[in-house]
């Protein structure tokens, strides 16, 4: 682990001074607008959100940003609030986001959890493969629900082809969205690991 520690949220903009790796970061368009091809230098540094209750390995400093969007419920649209803490370099992108669960009466957990991973895999063009069950994360106790999906599609305005890996963690009344984005030969399977591993609830 990194030795040093970043407390979050760091920042609560849209987008920066950082055109190059523009990051589009709320529920439904989270991933990806202008992201470049440059050659990868992953400063990993410790990154400690105390509302989100997570701390995780990050590259380079991240920006955090909080929306509210509407999940279609059982009984009509429900708002869920969401928060997303993001860091891109070069043509890759790793994001957690944490949402709200609605109401038992308004859906089923999965439901949700289905809907987000889909409307994450859209962003690429792409659709989820088949779910694969994970262990519970790091400080959680016991997590309702843990799986890991990849979605394959085209990335940036050069339409790259790339991948998208989401895994989701439903903890009470919580669900976790540790997600990475990275055109094809940019993100080697070790840098994946220190990310998805570095994973920890702190509650």
């Known amino acids: 682990m990194p030795p040093h520690t970043i407390h979050g949220p760091t920042t609560t903009r849209r987008a920066g001074r950082h055109g190059r790796r523009r990051i589009v970061a ?12 440059c050659t990868q230098r992953l400063d990993w540094r410790e990154v400690a959100s105390p509302a989100g209750h997570f701390v995780v390995a990050m590259p380079d400093r991240p920006q955090t940003v909080q929306r509210a969007v509407d999940y279609p419920g059982a009984g009509g649209p429900v708002r869920l609030a969401v928060t997303m803490t993001s860091s891109g370099v070069g043509a890759t992108l790793f994001a957690v986001g944490v949402a709200e669960l609605p109401p038992p009466q308004a859906g089923d957990p999965q ?9 994450l895999a859209r962003n690429i063009g792409g659709t989820a493969g088949p779910a694969r069950v994970l262990g519970a994360p790091r400080g959680a106790g016991t997590a309702a629900l843990a799986e890991e999906f990849v979605a394959r599609g085209t990335i940036g305005p050069e339409r790259r082809a790339g991948r998208l890996v989401m895994r989701f963690y439903r903890v009470d ?8 984005l990275a055109a094809d030969g940019e993100l080697p ?14 509650e």
């Not at 529920?27 to 091809?37: D, I, R, S």
């Open 26 to 37: 709320c529920a439904l368009g989270v991933l990806l607008q202008a992201l470049c091809a």
């Open 111 to 119: 439901a949700v959890v289905a809907w987000f991973r889909d409307a």
């Open 173 to 180: 009344d919580r669900l976790y969205m540790v997600t990475a």
């Open 189 to 202: 399977d070790e840098a994946l690991e220190t990310f998805q591993e570095s994973f920890r609830l702190t």
